[in-house]
């Protein structure tokens, strides 16, 4: 078996060592945390990302995600570079490819990035090359797609280059499980590919669970998330169902989770946002269709759980009714843009379409989000206004979306005419409407 060819050291005494270099394609939510747990554990860690803007923040050490505060630069010494050059690829001994896998316009998943950072990686790769696909994708992506692109190449997987699949699994802003506490499924196209994948991300990871091939460890983490999107749609079912029978979903799930076994609460929301729960089940439900399967519980819950953006707006229509005024021109403030409370991310928000369905409406829309300052909703530029007694006081309507640490920590419910709240963080009162 060949092994790198610039040091008579195999393989497992570079990582042992810490000799070994270590690269992460892209360096997004996903990509960037890894790098710098991998320098945290003593390694020297290329970045590559086509992004100038990404590459050239993580030489300046500057933040641009929320695990990510600039401190833990600090603690680096230096071992975190990065370059949009996929020439460094040739100097790395094991990299991860972290790029983006989003949904098409048809709803199927887009392995664009994917195929295009495996071709690039196989045109850079060296002998004993460990390249580990951490991406969520498709059933059977590492095996069928990106396997015969290293072959094309004219590398053997499993001699020349080692090839495995890692799931990625962060939970951007969850400060009680990390990287190293969340164990990591690994997987390898063969014995050996495993092997090396496993012994890699041990160096940073508590837990490493191997699985017996790569598309297993592939559709493990698509089950993930379909888990979560079908245990919401159902949260979100019994809200419209209770709404119908005039009681309180939220009281119905506090009862039901007081069972101290067989149930694990989910709650109802403004519909599925971020880009892995609302996505994710997709790709299985794309992949499984081939084979001439319908996935009914992945498409009744992704009915549901689109359809909760509408059932916000006529919550939105109702409270002002109450007032005797319509959609159309009543001010109304939103309260959180982000898909979840305390990130940036409004990839895939519930809150964007909630907004669009409101302006279509006519209504005068603003928004407040600390931590989204601006955005660009069809083609035009909306800002946040800030968190304050005045704007609260001046909207006919408030709509608690997305419940950041500072609307609950800076209350001013007592200003606002009418909250529509989404979240059950409000307290009671008469102006309020839960969903
Ligand atoms: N965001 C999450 O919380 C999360 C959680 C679990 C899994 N994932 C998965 O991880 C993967 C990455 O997601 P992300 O959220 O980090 O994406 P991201 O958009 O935050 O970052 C991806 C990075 O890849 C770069 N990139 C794109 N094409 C490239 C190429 N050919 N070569 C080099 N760099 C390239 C982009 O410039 C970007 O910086 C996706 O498959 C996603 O589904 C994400």
């Given at each position: 078996m060949n092994e790198i060819v610039t040091s008579a050291m195999t393989f497992d005494d570079r990582i042992a060592t810490r000799e070994a270099r270590v690269g992460i394609v892209g360096l997004g939510y996903a990509g960037l945390p890894l790098a710098m747990a991998f320098a945290e554990a003593g390694f020297e860690v290329t970045g590559v990302d086509l992004s100038d803007e990404r590459v050239r923040a993580v030489q300046e050490h500057r933040s641009y995600l929320v695990d990510v505060p600039e401190e833990r630069y600090a603690g680096l010494d230096g071992r975190l570079t990065a370059t949009t050059d996929y020439a460094a690829v040739g100097e790395l001994d094991a990299l991860t490819i972290c790029v983006p896998t989003p949904l098409s316009k048809t709803r199927t998943p887009d392995i664009g990035y994917v195929v295009s950072a495996a071709e690039s990686v196989a045109a850079n790769t060296r002998p004993g090359q460990l390249v580990v696909l951490q991406s969520t994708t498709s059933p059977g992506t590492t095996e069928e797609i990106v396997k015969p692109i290293f072959e094309r190449a004219g590398a053997i997987v499993g001699q020349d280059v080692f090839l495995g699949y890692a799931p990625e699994r962060v939970d951007p802003g969850n400060r009680r499980y990390t990287i190293k506490s969340t164990p990591k499924l690994v997987a390898g196209v063969t014995g050996e590919c495993l092997r090396r994948t496993e012994l890699l991300y041990r160096q940073i990871v508590d837990e490493v669970v191997p699985v017996s091939s790569p598309i297993v460890a592939e559709t493990a983490k698509l089950h993930e998330n379909t888990f979560r999107a079908v245990n919401i749609a159902l949260a979100n079912e019994l809200a419209l169902m209770c709404d119908r029978l005039g009681i309180s979903p939220w009281e119905v799930i506090e009862a039901a989770a007081?069972?101290?076994?067989?149930f694990l609460p989910h709650y109802p929301g403004p519909g599925l946002g971020g880009d892995c729960i609302p996505v994710v089940p997709q790709f299985l439900a794309a992949r499984v269709r081939e084979y001439g399967y319908s996935p009914r519980l992945i498409d009744a819950a992704h009915e549901i759980n689109t359809s909760m953006p509408g059932y916000v707006v006529g919550k939105v229509a109702d409270a002002l009714n109450e007032d005797g005024k319509p959609v159309k021109g009543s001010r109304l403030l939103l309260l959180g843009m982000a898909y979840k409370a305390d990130v940036h991310d409004t990839r895939e928000s519930p809150s964007l379409e909630i907004m669009r369905l409101l302006l279509e409406r006519g209504g005068e829309v603003r928004y407040c989000d600390p931590w989204v300052p601006d955005l660009e909703l069809d083609g035009v530029r909306h800002r946040s206004v800030g968190w304050t007694r005045e704007e609260v006081d001046a909207a006919d309507c408030v709509v608690l979306l997305t419940s950041h640490r500072q609307f609950l920590d800076e209350p001013l419910w007592d200003a606002a005419a009418r909250i529509v709240d989404s979240r059950n963080v409000v307290p009671d009162g008469p102006s309020v409407h839960r969903i």
């Open positions: 007081t069972k101290p076994f067989a």
